[in-house]
T-cell receptor, first 116, second 108 residues
Framework: DVKVTQSSRYLVKRTGEKVFLECVQD?????MFWYRQDPGLGLRLIYF???????EKGDIPEGYSVSREKKERFSLILESASTNQTSMYLC???????????????FGQGTRLTVV | DAKTTQPNSMESNEEEPVHLPCNHS???????IHWYRQLPSQGPEYVIH???SNVNNRMASLAIAEDRKSSTLILHRATLRDAAVYYC?????????FGTGTRLKVLA
């Protein structure tokens, strides 16, 4: 069974802390994405990676960074957590077709982060 | 801005068909159209995808407009277990765009 695993379901962190959200996939996919999900705003793309050590900014990258040192692992980093980063964070691992187009996305269970 | 547009919420009676609409007017010619659903406390899960032609699978059907700027997810007989948030999305080589989703309520 294919799997995308996020390291924590729930996290509570203090303002100003550096926060690491980990995502691991076992499908050998090149593409991995990080989204945040907020009520009424749907899924918004933070960063994505299409290969090891490669990263691209999404629509809302401010206050975040990412790391992709190994193909199976894509980490989202909150450099200095703030209360407006309280949200549900979703990692997705994306299957590509032979033409390199993104097809089916496999999501983790999500990490609900609260910054106090 | 690339995005999809969906109604915030819809209701359906159990065992009746449901048509969930989506507009994706900024879609490019080679982008796939996808639908996902999300149950409470879970990540979104794949339902169906297509490119130009209508698609059927065991979960649902996808009807794609001729100009590809809109699509409709069809659940043929809604059950209580179909109550969820449904997301329409489209994807290319370096993008995967989601909208705000439609919350489907199924009435017994």
């Amino acid at each position: 069974d294919v799997k995308v695993t996020q390291s924590s379901r729930y996290l509570v962190k203090r303002t100003g802390e550096k926060v690491f959200l980990e995502c691991v996939q076992d499908m050998d996919h090149e593409n991995m994405f990080w989204y945040r999900q907020d009520p009424g705003l749907g899924l918004r793309l933070i960063y994505f990676s299409y290969d090891v050590k490669m990263k691209e900014k999404g629509d809302i990258p401010e206050g975040y960074s990412v790391s992709r040192e190994k193909k199976e692992r894509f980490s989202l980093i909150l450099e200095s957590a703030s209360t407006n980063q309280t949200s549900m964070y979703l990692c997705a691992s994306i299957l590509r077709d032979r033409a390199g187009m993104n097809t089916e996305a496999f999501f983790g269970q999500g990490t609900r982060l609260t910054v106090v | 801005d690339a995005k999809t547009t969906q109604p915030n919420s819809m209701e359906s009676n159990e065992e009746e068909p449901v048509h969930l609409p989506c507009n994706h007017s900024t879609i490019s010619g080679t982008d796939y159209i996808h639908w996902y659903r999300q149950l409470p406390s879970q990540g979104p899960e794949y339902v169906i995808h297509g490119l130009t032609s209508n698609v059927n699978n065991r979960m649902a059907s996808l009807a794609i407009a001729e100009d590809r700027k809109s699509s409709t997810l069809i659940l043929h007989r809604a059950t209580l277990r179909d109550a969820a948030v449904y997301y329409c999305s489209f994807s290319g080589t370096y993008k995967y765009i989601f909208g705000t989703g439609t919350r489907l309520k199924v009435l017994a």
